[in-house]
T-cell receptor
């Protein structure tokens, strides 16, 4: 059974710092991996989607990487801002392709 | 498109009562998913429909939970009878059949007292 783990569960950084969020998974037979953002009391917004054949995706200050062989993905946030404060969830789609399986998320707090 | 629409946004009910959560997926999406989110367990998939047919309901916690999708534009998740441990945020999501365009609704926050 696929398991998705995100460490740390919470992270606090000062504004301007570059940071990395980690996601690990137990079964490398994945179809794709997504990073989502969730603001308090809100739904989920997709940030980046990496297909299994890709190594990374970039959008603005965000860069997500995927290493299937080691079962890891990272989300890099450059020059963090207070507006980046949210919970970031990693989710992946197994090759069986039924539905997304989520990690429990990393709650990020960026102080000004 | 208005996105995935869930109602109600908040529901407070007494233990033992029936609760019905509603979802309108994005038009043209063939797949619909119900998730439950709690602090302890994170986001858990409850059930998934493809072309209105339930494909995988292995995540439904017990017989008190049931879900239907009578047509392509509407789904319900029903809890009968509700219990305090059902308190959570319930999300609906929809996507194309190839799972592209995965979009979540804003969720229904359920509190059972």
């Amino acid at each position: 059974k696929q398991e998705v783990t995100q460490i740390p569960a919470a992270l606090s950084v000062p504004e301007g710092e570059n940071l990395v969020l980690n996601c690990s998974f137990t079964d490398s037979a994945i179809y794709n991996l997504q990073w989502f953002r969730q603001d308090p009391g809100k739904g989920l917004t997709s940030l980046l989607l990496i297909q299994s054949s890709q190594r990374e995706q970039t959008s603005g200050r965000l860069n997500a990487s995927l290493d299937k062989s080691s079962g890891r993905s990272t989300l890099y946030i450059a020059a963090s801002q207070p507006g980046d404060s949210a919970t970031y969830l990693c989710a992946l789609l197994n090759q069986a392709g039924t539905a997304l399986i989520f990690g429990k998320g990393t709650t990020l707090s960026v102080s000004s | 498109d208005a996105g995935v629409i869930q109602s109600p946004r908040h529901e407070v009910t007494e233990m033992g009562q029936e609760v019905t959560l509603r979802c309108k997926p994005i038009s043209g999406h063939n797949s619909l998913f119900w998730y439950r989110q709690t602090m302890m367990r994170g986001l858990e998939l409850l059930i998934y429909f493809n072309n209105n047919v339930p494909i995988d309901d292995s995540g439904m916690p017990e017989d008190r939970f049931s879900a239907k999708m009578p047509n392509a534009s509407f789904s319900t998740l029903k809890i009968q009878p509700s219990e305090p441990r059902d308190s959570a945020v319930y999300f609906c999501a929809s996507s194309h059949r190839d799972l592209s365009g995965y979009t979540f609704g804003s969720g229904t926050r359920l509190t059972v007292v």
